[in-house]
């Protein structure tokens, strides 16, 4: 009777190690992913306010938008640049369309904001996180005794990219408006069809 006191007593302890062990992983995971996912939220809103004040002519620096949208401004980075035009994404050349969408001499603009591993392949991710000093990267190198590795090397980089058009050439009457919306199809024409004239 007393044996088998004992060898339920040590399958109920080798039971709440593995669970503890399970429950553990389980939190390194959860958190890491909410908390990367949060920031993927603030790079939209980053992004997309990066992109107007381009286009309201104010000049934009990773510093600023790292500041104002992030509680680690270290991992953010800013690209800024010409945007694409309907014309460029039509007939398929994918390059930076330098027609404007409005009636100034700028725009559209593009910035693009990413959060975390600066070097976004799956190769530099266990590197990153040896170097990393900030929460929650370093919460990866855990090794959870009974679990799987903690890196989550395809998940170590969150990014989002915004394009705005030119926003000091505002549109105050019907015929402006029209004005505007006229010389918009005329360029964007042009350019797809002048695409369709390289092709030939």
Request: proline share 4%; net charge negative; charged share 15%.
């Amino acid at each position: 009777m007393e044996l088998q006191k004992s060898s339920r007593s040590g399958q109920v302890m080798v039971e709440a190690v593995v669970a503890l062990a399970l429950l553990m992983f389980v939190w390194i995971a959860v958190a890491f992913t909410t908390y990367m996912s949060t920031n993927h939220i603030r790079t939209a809103m980053a992004a997309r306010h990066a992109a107007w004040l381009q286009g309201n002519g104010a000049t934009v620096s990773a510093g600023i938008i790292a500041t104002n949208f992030f509680f680690q401004p270290e991992m953010v980075t800013l690209e800024s640049g010409q945007g694409v035009g309907i014309g460029g994404l039509m007939n398929g050349t994918n390059v930076a369309d330098m027609e404007t969408f409005s009636e100034g001499s700028h725009g559209p603009f593009v910035a693009r904001v990413t959060f975390g591993n600066p070097d976004d392949t799956v190769e530099s991710g266990p590197a990153f996180i040896q170097s990393a000093t900030t929460f929650p990267f370093i919460v990866l190198r855990s090794q959870v005794p009974f679990m799987p590795p903690s890196l989550m090397s395809e998940f170590l980089t969150v990014k989002s990219h915004c394009q705005w058009d030119e926003v000091g050439e505002t549109w105050t009457d019907w015929e402006t408006a029209l004005k505007g919306v006229l010389n918009t199809f005329k360029s964007e024409a042009e350019s797809f069809l002048g695409g369709f004239a390289d092709l030939l």
